[in-house]
């Protein structure tokens, strides 16, 4: 079992930038994929970024270049730094934790990103 907090959500202005934290207790996240996913009000939750556990990443397209996740095992924490935020990055964003020997996904409760000038 692993429980994830995220943070570092907040109001940010279009062009800015922010840093989500997603901080894991419990188990280690050293054999877990860790993933951020977003949901914009009324949307399906989507993927945006995927570090896998031998720390290479993907993204899709909308937000490769703009977005980098990152992972630090020792601080068993994983984060999310968003580059040119735009206005449709406004939504919930959550951390999740895929344990692929048990085929496991572990949620966190979420942080708000709110885009506004």
């Known amino acids: 079992q692993v429980r994830l907090v995220e943070s570092g959500g907040g109001l940010v202005q279009p062009g800015g930038s922010l840093r989500l934290s997603c901080a894991a207790s419990?188990?280690?996240?050293?054999?877990?994929?860790m993933s951020w996913y977003r949901q914009a009000p009324g949307k399906g939750r989507i993927l945006v970024a995927r570090?896998?556990?031998?720390?290479?990443?993907i993204y899709p397209e909308a937000v490769k270049g703009r977005f980098t996740i990152s992972r630090d095992n020792a601080k068993n924490s994983a984060y999310l730094q968003i580059h040119s935020v735009r206005p449709e990055d406004a939504a919930v964003f959550s951390c999740?934790?895929?344990?692929?020997?048990?085929?496991?996904?572990?949620w966190g409760q979420g942080t708000q990103v709110t885009v506004s000038s």
């Open positions: 419990g188990n280690s996240i050293t054999p877990y994929e």
């Open positions: 999740n934790a895929y344990d692929p020997v048990n085929s496991v996904n572990f």
């Open positions: 570090i896998h556990i031998d720390g290479s990443s």
